[in-house]
């Protein structure tokens, strides 16, 4: 199934920074139709690597489904600076995530990584949650 445009919610938690850590994510559709969710333990993780995680394993999925674009929204200031270039990545172990996103990235025609509260990403919280309980 190829869809032209995607719109993914992502977000990472983490129980201790560095500590159990989990992502969660729902793709969709142009349309609205939920073409993937997400919810998975990824070991121990800061809450920025969570983030950062749940962002790269989104992405994978959304190319999988042979789309060309995506509209991604996240809650976390710090991640969204970064891969749009705001901010400059200084984490060590940031680095190599931040890279893998902007591989991924490079792959689509086209991408719009944006902020939003928390509280217009409750899926994917809800999600990443799940995972971790």
Do not use: C, F, W
């Amino acid at each position: 199934m190829k869809v032209k445009k995607v719109i993914i919610h992502a977000d990472g938690a983490s129980r201790g920074n560095p500590g159990p850590a989990a992502i969660g994510a729902t793709i969709e559709g142009e349309a609205g139709q939920r073409l993937a969710s997400i919810s998975q333990r990824i070991g121990r993780a800061t809450n920025n690597q969570a983030e950062y995680r749940a962002l790269i394993v989104a992405l994978k999925e959304a190319i999988k489904l042979g789309t060309s674009e995506a509209d991604i929204y996240l809650d976390s200031e710090l991640v969204v600076r970064q891969v749009n270039g705001k901010y400059r990545v200084k984490n060590t172990a940031l680095k190599p995530l931040y890279q893998e996103v902007k591989r991924l990235q490079g792959l689509l025609r086209g991408s719009v990584v944006s902020h939003i509260p928390r509280q217009q990403n409750t899926e994917a919280d809800t999600l990443a949650n799940a995972a971790l309980e």
